[in-house]
Every structure is written in C-alpha cells, then in structure tokens.
C-alpha cells in the first residue's frame, strides 16, 4: 500500500478548520521494531518561532514536550525514551509539532503493536474477548488522516479512532487508500420505523461480499451513536472485511456497543448522512434495499487538522417541527 506520509492537503474545504501554517512531522518509515532508531522528518513552517514536539493522549492531554527542536531528521525514540520503556502501555498516543503554543501540520499516529485479544462468542451469542500473552513489539506509525467519503448524495467527513479500534481503523484506511470503495453502492438501508444503520462496503452490492480476508473484532469502547462509523460482519465476531455501517441514532443503535466495532465519527456531512437514510427502498414486505442506491464514488484520505483543533464530531439533525394548528 502506499506509505502514508504528509501530503499538505488542507481539510478547510471539508467544512474543519485546519492550520494556515504549514509544517509536520512525517515517519520515515511505517514500522519501528522496539528498543531501534525511530526515525521521523521535521518540517518547519518556515517562521522564527522554537520547534517542540509534544506526545498526546486520545484526549489531547500532553504525556510529554521536547522542545528546541531543529528541522530535519530527529530520532524520536532518542527523544522520548518512555516510548520503549513503558512497554506501549499507554496506547495509542499521538505526536505533535509545535510552533510556539501553536500545534501545526497533521500528528503522527504512534499505534503499539501489541497482540490483540481474541473474540469467541459466549453466552447468548455475545462475543466475549479471551486473554492472551501481552507481547509489545514496537510501533506503526503514520500521518493521521480523515476519510472523506463522496457520495452521490455529497461528502461524509469521518475522524478515525485508533486509540479505541486501531487495527480496524488501518484496514479502512488500507482498503480506501487502494480504490476499494470505488462506486460501492449503500446496499442496505435500516431508517423506518427506527432510525438505524446505512451500510455499505460490498463490492457485489448484495450483502456477502469482501476484500477476500477476514479482520478480527476489536474491542472498541465508541459508543454507536449518531454518525459512528463501525464494522459490519456476520455471526463470527471475526469476520469483519470492508463492509461498514453509519450510526443513524444512539436510541436504536446502542444495543450495538461492545458487539460490533466502532472506529471512526463523522465530523461533517450530517445531512448527507440522512439524506441516505431517506433513500425510497423496494416495496417488498421489510425491505432494506434502495430502489436507486446511492454510491460512494470514492473515500479519499486527507491530512488530518492538529490535535486540539478541527470539528466535532457531527449529532443527529433536530426533527423538523410539524405544522398544524
């Protein structure tokens, strides 16, 4: 796949605000196998102002600051020893160029790659997450991204979440970075009498096709509310692939949490959200078929607003007032 470093594609256009400043930090390399050099690139943007590099949290809560950094090639393990030491304990963490207080250009996703746990379906049919051995072997790395996915009914602004569903979060990535989405239609429709799920990802267009290889079930803590983007599967709890869902509201979809994976939150496009979800279906009995589906022409990946700044995640639109007397 390609490598994902920054390309300085402004988000403005998508409704986030983004930094007018441009500078960033870019992998070298995707993969880091611990206790090595972990070498990344400093851009600067071009100003006077002193260079830090801060580590994040998924709250945007700083870990730690290196400051008076130089532009070029820096060693980022050399310069936060706790990425090795604490055994990639703290998760997902993100790192920041700084600019003064200022944070620029989109951070750099630090994802320890650590053996996950497993799911097996328990009592009930519920899946239930077996222990396993914890092995910590280095770091995946790479520019954070948004995925804007351009529909014939206009454009979804996705924020991924890989500090709740890292691996899930790579594999749509992967999978939008190659085309894979390219005119894959919204073949199931679930808005009447409940407000549930648009779902899309079947290159066939019926419900059972894939990219030919199954992900297994994350144990995501993102609630499914309104605009929560999660994996669709069949019974297996690992049998996630590319077909995924778009949350239409908490009320219908929360029995989802802790079954399904949520990893991304529409951070714009919430009327297209539901102007897909208005889409006439078939007049079978139950149907969940569009009569004209709607299209995802293409999910293209751009660079990420700076930690701390951008757009909320979308909420559900406010019914409109009946009128009447």
């Known amino acids: ?40 690139q400093v851009e600067s943007p071009g100003t006077e102002n002193p260079l830090s590099i801060k580590l994040m949290d998924p709250s945007n809560a700083v870990l730690e600051t290196k400051e008076a950094v130089e532009p070029g090639k820096v060693d980022l393990a050399a310069l ?18 700084f600019e003064g ?58 924020r991924m979440r890989p500090d709740e569903a890292p691996n899930s979060v790579w594999n749509f990535l992967e999978l939008a970075d190659g085309g894979f989405y390219t005119g894959v239609i919204f073949h199931r429709i679930v808005a009447k009498p409940n407000k549930f799920v648009i779902q899309a990802g079947d290159p066939r267009g019926e419900g059972s096709g894939g990219p030919g290889y199954f992900i297994d079930l994350e144990d995501s803590n993102l609630p499914h509310d309104f605009g929560v983007l999660s994996m669709a599967r069949s019974g297996d709890p690992n049998s ?47 149907s969940q078929s569009p009569i004209d589906p709607p299209v995802i022409q293409t999910v293209e990946l751009i660079d990420a607003d700076p930690r701390g700044t951008g757009a909320d995640p979308v909420k559900a639109p406010e019914p409109e007032a009946s009128g009447g007397r």
């Open 240 to 286: 996630n692939g590319s077909q995924v869902f778009v949350c239409l509201s908490r009320q219908a979809t929360k029995g989802l949490d802790g079954r399904y994976t949520g990893f991304g939150q529409a951070v714009s496009g919430a009327d297209v959200i539901m102007a897909i979800a208005d889409t006439p279906l078939t007049d079978l009995p139950g």
């Open 1 to 40: 796949m390609t490598k994902r470093t920054s390309s300085f594609i402004s988000a403005a256009a998508m409704g986030v605000v983004t930094s007018s400043a441009i500078g960033q930090l870019a992998p070298e390399r995707t993969y880091y196998g611990i206790d090595r050099a972990f070498p990344v």
């Open 101 to 158: 207080d200022n944070p620029v250009g989109a951070a750099i996703v630090l994802q320890p790659m650590v053996s996950p746990k497993y799911a097996a379906l328990g009592r009930g049919g519920l899946p239930e997450f077996q222990p396993s051995p914890r092995v910590f072997s280095g770091y995946r790395a790479y520019v954070e991204q948004y995925a804007v996915m351009k529909t014939t009914e206009g454009d979804i602004t996705f």
């Open 80 to 97: 936060f020893p706790s990425l090795w030491e604490n055994g990639g304990q703290q998760g997902v963490t993100y790192a920041q160029l």
